[in-house]
């Protein structure tokens, strides 16, 4: 059984955004499959965990020790903060404390960096690199750097559909949301990028938008406060607190929107959509990142739109009548997950 050693800054709770879900999946994964041990900044307690106090590029004696006697056979490094400059020079550093073993860099999407940092990149860049964005994949082959698509991983144990509609009904009861309402739901930060004033005509034509923010927004995504403000000032329901069952917010929806159009704002592979899809939920997106590439139309349960031309989307949702969209490929999309790792990994 190979040693892994998987580098990370955040690695606890609350899970609520697709960074975190993404980094704790792969951990529950590698911690069955392989001898695993973790350094991270921010951890839960568990005997493979290294909590570690230390400079923005880990260069520390401490790492440096914990590397050489756990001695692995692979280093993955996930940086929180996705491919930044600084993620690549904590790389680098990674790299020089295990000489012996193969490096991957996960980063799940790209960052802005300016012309001399990509110019250092040519000679810090890493030997191997994986990541759900074409975009990010893209820049890493103008630099030569070995790497391969990867789809994320969701939690099919948590991320089912409801048996029948009592059970919708009761959620609604639950989280206080209008039992007769059309609810369209988007999960994540309440931020510029995530283009969430083009809700605002769905709400105007009878729907009933909800919104869960992320109680993880880091301080630079957030958006001014009048994004939430106009929300609801047009009727919009926002849940901006942590909610532990997101899996409720979709199997209670009608429809899962994904709005998003800046390149940077979100990661390559929007994991609300794969949970939504695994909730059985039909969902409206842009064409955002790899989630066609891996997805398609997933049997009928994906509609990919422009945002002006989003309403006409939900209507022929509603047009459908009683479809059944619980046959989705999300389970095809997490034994890629898997082989690719494993893949990585092994050879």
Known sequence: MKKVLLVTEILSPPYDEGIKKTVFNLYTN???SHNLKVIARKAFEDENIEQVNTNALFISSDI??????????????????SATFAGYLRHRVL???????KTILLALQPKPLKKWQQFIVNFIKPKSALTPSPLLKEFWESKNIESK???????????????NNTTK???????????????????????????????IPLQKAGNQIVVVGSSSTPTDALGPATIKQELV????????????????????????????????????????????????????????????????????????????????????????GNTNYSNSTVTSVNEQFFSIIRTEIDQ
């Open 30 to 32: 590698l911690d069955k």
């Open 64 to 81: 440096k020790a914990t590397i050489k006697s756990f001695n692995p056979d692979v280093i993955i490094y996930f940086p929180y903060a």
């Open 95 to 101: 790299s020089f404390y295990g000489k012996k073993a």
């Open 149 to 163: 698509m990867l789809p994320l991983l969701t939690d099919l144990n948590t991320f089912t559909p409801i048996s």
């Open 169 to 199: 009904e009761i959620l609604r009861a639950k989280y206080n949301l209008p039992q007769d309402a059309f609810i369209i739901s988007h999960m994540g930060h309440l931020n510029e990028g995530r283009n969430l004033k083009s809700l």
């Open 233 to 320: 000032d047009a009727g919009a329901i926002v849940l901006d607190g942590y909610i532990d069952k997101i899996q409720e917010i979709y199997q209670l929806s009608d429809i899962y929107i994904f709005p998003v159009v800046a390149k940077n704002g979100s990661i390559g592979m929007p994991l609300s959509i794969m949970e939504a899809r695994a909730c059985a939920t039909p969902v409206i997106t842009t064409n955002f990142g790899s989630l066609k590439h891996y997805l398609g139309n997933d049997n009928n349960g994906i509609i990919y739109s422009e945002p002006e031309n989003f309403l006409q989307a939900v209507n022929s949702i509603k047009n459908s």
